[in-house]
């Protein structure tokens, strides 16, 4: 059975950027679900899109924009169906890319992964195992002492972190 959080993002499949001056309202919404005022779909947004489908599935988020963000999160696995995979991207050490994995393929050596912000959409892309920064697998709002550290605010109160 796939986890909650993966039959979440694939249900946004398809949603994608306006162009011009206005915004996708549903990608505005993925912002205010990391705790963002953005109202741009011109800003990169995987990770807004990552913390929205966590607090979909009743996981609490980075609530972050930053995708490396969530090398933090819950705890180290392996390459898995759910797994949130973080990669590199562009030329600066801060700047990346986070989607979560649908399916492992080519004997281990590739990831298909639901990612938003992946040319302008959410949609489903392959890439090499080998260049991921890590796999991260969520923690149950509970004992998750990764987002009691990483959470300030109302929001962590109120889910009981702080």
């Known amino acids: ?14 949603e994608k950027e306006v162009s011009g001056a206005k915004a996708n309202p549903r990608i505005v919404e993925y912002f205010n679900a990391a705790g963002s005022d953005v ?3 011109e800003t990169s947004w995987c990770s807004a899109f990552l913390c929205w489908v966590m607090e979909q599935a009743g996981y609490p988020s980075t609530n972050n924009l930053a995708a490396r963000s969530w ?40 990831v298909r992964c639901v990612g ?10 392959r890439f090499d195992v080998s260049k991921a920064l ?18 300030t605010g109302t929001g962590a109160t109120a ?4």
């Open 159 to 162: 889910l009981g972190f702080i």
């Open 39 to 41: 109202k741009s779909d």
């Open 71 to 110: 090398l933090k999160y819950g705890k180290p696995c392996k390459p898995k169906p759910g797994a949130i995979a973080v990669f590199p991207r562009g030329s600066s050490s801060w700047q990346g890319h986070v989607a979560i994995v649908e399916s492992v393929i080519n004997d281990g050596m590739t």
């Open 134 to 151: 890590g796999f991260r697998w969520p923690d149950t709002a509970t004992n998750s002492r990764t987002m009691a550290a990483s959470m």
């Open 1 to 14: 059975m796939e986890p909650k959080w993966l039959m979440i993002a694939k249900g946004e499949i398809g």
């Open 116 to 125: 938003g912000n992946q040319s302008n959409a959410v949609n489903v892309k």
